[in-house]
């Protein structure tokens, strides 16, 4: 009976109908700029104002003050000296009716006089005869020169009052040594000021607000007319399919935008090569997997039909064989997918790892490989303490007591994954290395850089061929039996776990002298130290 479909659970539909949270909004180009300008934009024209406001301010009053005088310089042109040394103001109904001709209220004329003794000074506190207006206007703080006109603010029966005041001295021709001191003044209501000022601060303040809405509308409108090829780019893009991974057209795209639009495209580019690439693992991995598949099945019906007993075992063991090679293949095929991957949640500091120690734990581990294949694996310690077999030494070495020691050479990187790194190279010069060879692993320091060596007297790989070996599956035709039986991985899972930590793998001559041809193969790991 099959088995019923699970129903999803409460808890997993929530999870799945949930709706992602939403970012905090951010402020939007036009409001950074808005936020940018304006308040610049209105402190300059306020200040323009200001000063536009004090220079209107200063011509109105020196326009009022000038159409206040006028009276003032009438009346005093006017005053003579009578026959019987009195003074009088000719033709003053005139000079009034054209003062009070623009019915404004509060105006006020007065023409008072002060005689001066015969050959004392004048006492500003002597009587004062008034000829004409209304007497009580207030007087100057001060006492002005002759001729000059002085202007000042006052309140007059509880009114504010701008006043004119000139004073003059007038000599009595019938009588020598008699003069008179005038004073004129003229004085009006501010309220025509006041109101001829405010209406002057409001066509300002109104001038100012219409450009400041002007500018913000102009920003408004030019981010937008800016953005529109943005937006027709978002459109483009959410109207795209999820395997469309064509780089993104930028023409008619604001200048300042083609650099993040270039660097759109190349990430597109390096997402497209890497699901090119993840096709390709894909088809190879399916490739090398189904070839020892059908050998294990047509091994498989070979041992059901056959009836001896001893073929039917010498099947089994060619199965069990090939499942083992097969296995390895997974295993490698499960490792280059975990190198060549992003490690997202990884670390933000690796942690540090002893290479030399790294590399005696591999050592020991393929020392049994290596014995069945009758080969001389050896061991070079990076504090110079030397293995030529790798029995002695590295077995009689106390493991606990290198456990609480510093390491040796330390370099920021997993451990799991240069320990795969270094398996895979000894692997590879034990598979490729004739019986009887020799292998030594040599791990020291040149210069920042913590190396480990692996030296082989295989048949080694030409200078020209050392790249290719390097690539996914490749197998060499020149390194004889042993690449029958490999799946063409090992170089390539060890080179991507060297750089995912920061290092690389070198191959050169081994120039061991035990080598068929006298070369042989030298594959490097160079990782930067770790300073402390």
């Keep these: 009976m099959d088995p019923q479909p699970q129903q999803p659970t409460p808890s997993s539909a929530a999870k799945t109908t949930e709706p992602a949270p939403q970012q905090a909004r951010r402020f939007g180009i036009r409001a950074r700029l808005l936020a940018l300008l304006l308040p610049g934009i209105v402190a300059l024209l306020a200040l323009d104002s200001w000063s536009d406001y004090q220079a209107l301010t200063d011509s109105l009053v020196v ?316 061991w070079v310690d990076a504090r110079g303490d030397i293995a030529a077999n790798g029995t002695e030494d590295i077995d009689g070495t106390d493991e606990a007591s290198e456990e609480d020691d510093p390491p040796v050479l330390p370099v920021a990187a997993n451990a799991a994954e240069l320990h795969e790194v270094l398996a895979n190279l000894v692997h590879n010069a034990i598979k490729y290395t004739p019986r009887g060879g020799n292998i030594t692993v040599t791990v020291r320091r040149e210069a920042s850089y913590a190396l480990a060596e692996v030296c082989d007297s295989g048949p080694g790989i030409a200078p020209e061929r050392r790249e290719q070996v390097f690539e996914r599956f490749h197998r060499d035709a020149s390194a004889g039996a042993g690449a029958a039986h490999g799946a063409g991985l090992g170089l390539t899972i060890a080179r991507s776990y060297a750089r995912r930590n920061g290092g690389e793998i070198e191959l050169d001559n081994a120039d061991m002298p035990e080598s068929a041809n006298g070369g042989g193969l030298r594959a490097i790991l160079r990782l930067p130290l770790r300073a402390f």
Aim: negative net charge; without cysteine; aromatic residues 4%.
């Design 63 to 378: 326009a009022y003050d000038q159409s206040l005088l006028e009276p003032v310089q009438a009346l005093a042109n006017g005053i003579v000296v009578a026959g019987d040394g009195s003074l009088r103001v000719q033709e003053p109904f005139s000079i009034q009716a054209m003062f009070e001709s623009t019915h404004l209220r509060y105006k006020y004329l007065h023409v008072g006089v002060q005689r001066i003794p015969k050959g004392k000074a004048l006492d500003v506190n002597s009587p004062e005869t008034t000829l004409m207006g209304v007497p009580g206007l207030p007087r100057p703080a001060q006492r002005p020169p002759d001729g000059t006109p002085v202007f000042y603010d006052a309140v007059h029966e509880q009114h504010p009052v701008r006043v004119a005041a000139l004073r003059q001295t007038v000599y009595d021709d019938v009588h020598p040594g008699v003069a008179y001191s005038v004073l004129i003044q003229a004085a009006e209501g501010i309220g025509p000021r006041t109101e001829a000022q405010a209406e002057t601060l409001r066509q300002e303040l109104l001038r100012d607000t219409r450009m400041v809405l002007v500018m913000a509308l102009l920003v408004w409108l030019g981010v937008a007319w800016t953005l529109r090829p943005l937006e027709r780019l978002r459109r483009s893009l959410r109207e795209r399919s999820r395997d469309d991974l064509k780089p993104l057209d930028a023409s008619g795209v604001p200048q300042e935008v083609v650099p993040l639009v270039d660097a759109v495209n190349h990430h597109i580019a390096g997402h497209r090569r890497m699901v090119a690439e993840q096709s390709q693992f894909l088809a190879d991995a399916s490739h090398q997997l189904r070839t020892p598949l059908s050998i294990l099945s047509i091994q498989a019906g070979y041992a059901v039909r056959e009836t001896d007993p001893a073929r039917m075992r010498e099947s089994l063991h060619a199965i069990v064989a090939q499942l083992a090679r097969t296995r390895r293949l997974s295993e490698q095929l499960l490792a280059l997918a975990h190198a060549t991957s992003e490690d997202e949640a990884g670390p933000a500091e690796p942690a540090v790892a002893d290479l030399n120690a790294i590399a005696r734990a591999v050592v020991l581990q393929y020392l049994p490989l290596a014995r069945e294949n009758d080969q001389d694996l050896g």
